[in-house]
């Protein structure tokens, strides 16, 4: 993680040069309170002094370079960054090795799609396809992400009508998966190892976040959602690398929300939505991330995704931000999930043929995908 300080080291001269812009710049409209959403104007009075004198520098970082958005007193603003992200970056030899298991044979698939890719918008709330808004307790962003992806496929895939009623357990992947702890961990692990073991995931009541590592519990005997498959976003490209917005777009198309990196800051932290984030251009030859989360959308006019967060509903509009497709190296560790389904329901699927990057395992239940569901190319 050497290269991370130097990242980090970059940003904090980067807020040095925007206190120097500021203090040259005196057209700069005053912040007012009522900018915020009502929940924020609340928390402002309880915000730390410290926080206070944050956010009238990032307020006026915002107003100096026009950047549109709000910053506010999140659910996270008084925590240390450390404690709410936990987004780690492959060495180039584990790279290398997720690359090669990538190498196998294109198919066609059939999946439930309510999208196209040259949609210009696309929200995955409109379809009911993401449960409700989660927060972390530790640094386990990674498990969050991976679990946030899971539960929106087996929703899908089963055609659940109140995505509320899922709930499965981030913690079971810390203590159980070997993908990470609460100091950072890997979400395509997660998917790999639930896929390669075969484990059910519990429910979260049975597992709860608790904000430690701990042992890992004995399953549930109600736990029933298993992982099928999962692949890289862009099959043609490093899992290391930032995934091109056409091969995001169709990757959510075909298996609804996927899994995405980002480099988070204390300017993400604070971030009360109103309008489009953006802080710094993604460095697409390196770029390093320190967070994980979920894309459920997209939306061309304003050039951004829509991004599902582990930090609770007091962040962003809700728990959710409009991301600039170009900013803090989103789109980096790329992955999608397939869920199982349950055998107890019957879930009409539509027959559209999408094109994916990883042949169906031999334990999946050719009606997930539709009668027509396999043609090698």
């Known amino acids: ?69 709000q910053v506010a007193n999140t659910a996270v603003s008084e925590l240390k960054l450390s404690q709410i992200t936990g987004g780690l970056n492959l060495s180039a030899s584990e790279v290398a090795k997720v690359q090669l298991a990538m190498k196998i044979t294109e198919i066609i698939k059939m999946a439930k799609i309510s999208a196209s890719p040259g949609q210009r918008t696309y929200d995955g709330r409109n379809d009911k396809l993401v449960p409700d808004i989660r927060r972390q307790q530790c640094g386990n962003c990674w498990a969050y992400s991976a679990i946030g992806v899971i539960e929106s496929s087996y929703i899908r895939i089963n055609n659940i009508t109140y995505p509320a009623t899922l709930n499965l ?28 073991s075969g484990s ?41 690398k930032i ?24 300017l993400l932290q604070n971030f009360g939505g109103n309008s489009v984030y953006f802080e710094t251009a993604s460095n697409y030859a390196h770029p390093e991330v320190n967070h994980l989360v979920v894309l459920v959308g997209w939306d061309d006019n304003k050039q951004a995704w829509l991004m599902r967060n582990s ?16 900013t803090n190296n989103i789109g980096t560790y790329a992955t999608w999930a397939l869920a199982s389904k349950d055998a107890s329901r019957s879930v009409p699927m539509v027959s559209t043929p999408v094109k994916v990057t990883r042949p169906i395992p031999l334990n999946v239940d ?7 569901s396999i043609k090698q190319l």
């Open 169 to 196: 357990s981030e913690q079971q992947m810390v203590d159980c998966s070997g993908a990470g702890t609460c100091a950072g961990g890997y979400t395509h692990k997660v998917f790999d190892w639930l896929k390669n």
């Open 243 to 266: 995934a091109p917005v056409d091969k995001i777009k169709e990757a959510i198309c075909m298996y609804g929300p996927i899994s995405v990196g980002i480099f988070a800051t204390p």
């Open 1 to 69: 993680m050497k290269k991370l300080s130097v990242l980090k080291k970059s940003m904090l001269l980067l807020a040095a040069m925007s206190v120097a812009i500021i203090s040259a710049n005196a057209q700069v409209t005053p912040f007012k309170i009522d900018q915020l959403k009502h929940i924020y104007q609340i928390n402002e009075s309880k915000a730390s002094p410290a926080l206070k004198s944050v956010l009238a520098q990032q307020r006026e970082f915002i107003a100096v370079h026009k950047l549109g958005f």
């Open 200 to 240: 059910k995931i519990m429910n979260d009541v049975n597992a709860p976040d608790n904000g430690v590592d701990g042992p890992c519990p004995s399953t549930y005997v109600n736990s029933k959602v298993k992982v099928l498959d999962w692949g890289l976003v862009d099959p043609n490209g490093e899992i290391n």
């Open 366 to 372: 050719k009606n997930i995908l539709g009668k027509k």
């Open 311 to 326: 930090w609770g509903e007091t962040w962003g509009d809700e728990g959710y931000g409009w991301i600039k497709y170009n």
